[in-house]
């Protein structure tokens, strides 16, 4: 594919749809070509787009000290991601030109699952932005219902046991990234976020009108996704490459923005739970060898090396990397 298929998907909600086969068929085409697809039909509104665009604007325009004082640390991964913080994890290239604020999966400071896995816990919601909490929540579930219509899709298309992937994303370390991209100047190098392959198990994002997201087609050329208003991208993450042995492909992408206006996005990102053990389901095609994945580990060690001083070991998951 040298383009991005757009797909209603809401002859999923009913599996005796005269197409829901037809829809599984599509899916499964996107994913396993260019690893993209925009999606319509989902049943979220347009309404909690909007509002969870709103209170992104309103999170970057806290004062840069309050801001601050709401960082990530090494300890907990929750919270403001300053302007600059990350470069590509190789080492290579200039810092990212964005800042972030970090939301993971939801639990209470006494939730059981935290006793068997530290990464769990509260987020920190900026209290300068008033129902943050609430908005972004309910975005949230619409994309876990949306992200169990897709799974039960690629469950059928790839002819796996009903539920198999479903049930991974029980207690799941899904979490959320709200970006603000500053303009880049028309000559000005780098990149607002560099070339790079999700490491979870599926995307999901609501497109900015100002634009600036590039994926790599399979000739090395880059396109822009063609997403009506209203509509979603999905990629396949790294996660569903190694289930599916793989069959589905985890494409590069990255964002550059030289609109000369100020883009903000919030990306939705599907982890399983953090004892799952992610690995082929299916025999793997000539040329896949991947390890296999415990997801706890794994955002762990994610968590860990995207610190500037922190480097990968023996023991951190290949996951995210681009081909050579």
Known sequence: MQSIPTIDISPLQDTAHPDHDATVRRILDACTDIGFLSITGTGVSSNSVDNV???AREIFAIDEQTKWDQAITRNNYRGYIPLGFFTPNDGSGQADKYEGYKLHFEVSGDDPVREDCALYGPNLWPAEVQGAREVILEY???LDHVTNLLLGALELGLGLK??????????????????????????????GIHPHKDTDALTIIAPDP?????????????????CPPGGFIVNI???LELWSGGRLKSTPHRVVNRSGKERYSFPYFAVPRHDVIVEP???????????????????AEIWRTNWPDET?????PELGTLDS
């Open 53 to 55: 665009r709103a209170k």
């Open 140 to 142: 949230w579930s619409q």
């Open 162 to 191: 009903p539920n198999i992937l479903k049930s991974a994303f029980e207690t799941p370390m899904t979490n959320m990234t709200v970006l603000h991209y500053p303009p880049q100047a028309p000559d000005e190098e780098g990149f």
């Open 210 to 226: 100002v634009g600036g997201l590039e994926v790599q087609t399979r000739d090395g050329g880059w396109i822009t996704p063609d």
């Open 237 to 239: 993450g790294d996660m």
């Open 281 to 299: 389901l299916l025999p793997p095609l000539p040329g896949f060898d991947r390890p296999s994945v415990h997801c706890g580990h794994w955002s």
């Open 312 to 316: 990968a070991t023996d023991d951190t």
